[in-house]
């Protein structure tokens, strides 16, 4: 499968979700960082077939990726596109700050 190349569009996604996630993340939790849009089994398969994301580093037993080359793996295998209409989530209410429903008797 051939990777898609990148506009400015996707690689500013790419700089935006990358200030908000470490700097290296492990298999064993890269499923959670990125909300479950791959699982740690899918990873490690594509890994053994050489189709994983690059520049994997081997730290003791465990696997772990430069944070940059999965987001810029995950764009190029699978596109990344930004929903029109939804620029920021500038404004928004915290989750920590939201109201907490109020149980009924």
């Not at 190349?5 to 979700?17: K, N």
């Not at 209410?93 to 939201?98: E, Q």
């Amino acid at each position: 499968m051939g990777a898609k190349r990148l506009d400015a569009e996707v690689l500013q996604v790419i700089d935006e979700w990358c200030a908000q996630l470490p700097p290296v993340i492990s298999r064993k939790k890269l499923d959670w960082f990125l909300g479950g849009i791959v699982s740690r089994k899918h990873i490690a398969n594509l890994d053994s077939a050489g189709e994983g994301p690059a520049d994997r580093i081997l730290v003791g037993r465990e696997t772990v990726y430069p944070t940059r080359s999965v987001l810029v793996w995950l764009a190029e295998t699978r596109g990344l596109k930004r929903l029109k209409g939804i620029r920021s989530l500038e404004g928004m209410i915290p989750f920590a700050d939201a109201p907490v429903p109020q149980q009924h008797p």
